[in-house]
């Protein structure tokens, strides 16, 4: 059964810092790039970041450049979002995507859905 566990998400002051997990199994990690996704009330489902499986080359998308890491661990399946430097703005539920032929943040491309961890940014 494939599986995409994301962790890290909670309740933050504007200009903190918080790290996500997306933890998966089930199917060949290392294959597969992994996305980060991000859903505000009212609004649609975007794209954040992302990280191809060959070379662990990275996008991100322009909100979040310069404050946002992406980084994958494939000894341990796992894929972090270390956020830094965050914003009201930035308050959403956050999703981590896995895309077999993935390599920009298009939501058609990607498999595996997590069921995603809330960030909530206090001003």
């Known amino acids: 059964e494939v599986q995409l566990v994301e962790s890290g998400g909670g309740l933050v002051q504007a200009g903190g810092s918080l790290r996500l997990s997306c933890a998966a199994s089930g199917f060949t990690f290392d294959d597969y790039a992994i996305g980060w996704f991000r859903q505000a009330p009212g609004k649609e489902r975007e794209g954040v970041s992302c990280i191809s499986s060959k070379d662990g080359s990275t996008y991100y998308a322009d909100s979040v450049k310069g404050r946002f890491t992406i980084s994958r661990d494939n000894a341990k399946n796992t894929v972090f979002l270390q956020m830094n430097s965050l914003k009201p703005e930035d308050t959403a539920i956050y999703y981590c995507?896995?895309?077999?032929?993935?390599?920009?943040?298009?939501?058609?491309?990607?498999?595996?859905w997590g069921q995603g961890t809330q960030v909530t940014v206090s001003s």
């Open positions: 995507a896995a895309g077999y032929e993935a390599g920009t943040l298009s939501r058609a491309l990607y498999d595996y």
